[in-house]
C-alpha cells in the first residue's frame, strides 16, 4: 500500500507542473522535435551530401586517384613534339653563342680587354666544383679492348676536388689480337663552338703548367694535344712525366712547357718538335705503370702560369739528320 501510495502521489505532482508550450518555449521544442526525430528515423544520404565518413573517405579516394592521374599518363596523351620549333630553338641559341663570340672578339681575348691578358701572371683552366665540371672530362681504359682495368670519375668530399679512381690489370684480352694492355686515362673534352666548331687554348703567354693533385705514389703521364684537323696527327701527343708522392697531403705540380715530348701512337720519336702553345685542344693524364692493383689520383684545379725564372726553349736537341726540315 506504501508503494502504491508513491506511486500515486508522483503521478499527482506531475499532473501539476507546467507543461513547456511551444509559443513559450519554441527554441526547445523545436531542438526536442529535432533530437526525437533525427534519434528516432535512420539516417538518409541526400542526393548532394553524404555522410561525414562517407565525405572522408570519398575525399581520400579522390585524392589518391589525383595523384595517381599526376604519375601515371593515359596510353591515349600523348605529349606535343614539334621537331621545327626544336630545330629552330637550336638555331637560335646558336646563332645567339656566335653574336656572343663575335661582340667579345672585338672586347679582346675571352671578352676582356687585352690589357688585362698582357698582364695576366696565372690561369685557372680547369677546376672541379660541381657536376658540370665533371662533364668536361671523359676517362677510358683498356676496357674498350677487351681488358680488365676499370676507371670512374666522381667529385671529391665537400664537392672541391675530382677523385680519379679504379684497378688496373695488366692482363690482356683473350682475343688473340691485342698484346697490349693495363692503361686507364682521364682527358679533357676538346671545347665547342656555335654550330659545333672547335675551339682551342691559346697558353702562348705562359711558359708552365700548374696542377695541384694528390695521389697515392704512382706514376702519372700528361698528355697534351694539339688543334689539328689533318687526320694523320689525331694520334699525336706531347708527353711528360708527373710523379705523386702519396700520403694525405696535397702537393703541387709545375712542369715546364719546354719538357713536353713528342709521341705518336704511344711511341717517343726520334724527331722532337716544340708544342705549340696557342692551339691547345686538349690535356689528359694516363697510368699505365703495369702495377696491378687499386689506384687514385685527386685533382683540385688545372691551371697555367707564367715562371720568370725559367728561360729554357726547348729541352731536347735536335740535329739535321733527325729533323731536316729545322735545319733548310
Known amino acids: 500500500m506504501a508503494l502504491v501510495h508513491k506511486l500515486l502521489n508522483g503521478t499527482y ?14 527554441f526547445l521544442c523545436t531542438r526536442f522535435a529535432d533530437y526525437c526525430s533525427s534519434s528516432l528515423q535512420k539516417p538518409v544520404a541526400t542526393p548532394g551530401q553524404g555522410s561525414p565518413r562517407r565525405t572522408a573517405e570519398g575525399g581520400l579516394q579522390g585524392h589518391h586517384q589525383r595523384e595517381a592521374a599526376l604519375d601515371i599518363t593515359s596510353p ?27 661582340v667579345n672578339h672585338w672586347i679582346g681575348p675571352e671578352g676582356r680587354p687585352l690589357h688585362e691578358v698582357l698582364l695576366e701572371q696565372a690561369k685557372v683552366v680547369w677546376q672541379f666544383r ?26 671529391g668530399k665537400n664537392n672541391q676536388s675530382a ?11 683473350h682475343d688473340g689480337e691485342s698484346g697490349r694492355s693495363g692503361y686507364c686515362a682521364m682527358m679533357s673534352r676538346v671545347p665547342r663552338g656555335p654550330f659545333d666548331r672547335k675551339r682551342s687554348y691559346d697558353w702562348s703567354q705562359f711558359n708552365t703548367l700548374y696542377l ?29 712525366f ?3 708522392r702519396g700520403g694525405p697531403y696535397w702537393q703541387e705540380v709545375k712542369i715546364p712547357f719546354s719538357k713536353f715530348f713528342f709521341s705518336n701512337q704511344g711511341r717517343i720519336r726520334d724527331a722532337q ?16 705503370d703495369k702495377v696491378d692493383g687499386p ?6 684545379f688545372i691551371g697555367v702560369f707564367t715562371d720568370p725564372s725559367h728561360t729554357e726553349e726547348f729541352a731536347y736537341e735536335n740535329s739535321p739528320v733527325l729533323n731536316p726540315r729545322l735545319f733548310k
Not at 78 to 95: C, R, Y
Not at 145 to 155: A, P, Q, W, Y
Not at 166 to 171: A, D, P, Q
Not at 273 to 288: M, N, Y
Open 13 to 26: 505532482i506531475l499532473g501539476r507542473c507546467p507543461k513547456p508550450s511551444v509559443a513559450s518555449c519554441p
Open 76 to 102: 591515349e596523351e600523348k605529349p606535343e613534339v614539334s621537331f621545327d620549333k626544336a630545330i629552330k630553338d637550336e638555331i637560335k641559341d646558336h646563332f645567339r653563342r656566335l653574336k656572343d663570340e663575335i
Open 130 to 155: 660541381g657536376k658540370k665540371d665533371l662533364d668536361k672530362w671523359i676517362v677510358t681504359s683498356d676496357k674498350t679492348i677487351g681488358g680488365r682495368s676499370e676507371v670512374f670519375l666522381k667529385m
Open 163 to 173: 677523385l680519379l679512381y679504379g684497378t688496373l690489370s695488366s692482363e690482356g684480352p
Open 212 to 240: 695541384r693533385v694528390r695521389g697515392d705514389g704512382r706514376p702519372w703521364m700528361v698528355n697534351i694535344r694539339e688543334d689539328t684537323d689533318i687526320i694523320q696527327r689525331k694520334n699525336q701527343m706531347y708527353s711528360y
Open 242 to 244: 708527373m710523379f705523386t
Open 273 to 288: 718538335h716544340q708544342l705549340l702553345l696557342d692551339k691547345i685542344s686538349s690535356i689528359g693524364f694516363t697510368l699505365a
Open 295 to 300: 689506384f687514385f689520383l685527386e685533382i683540385d
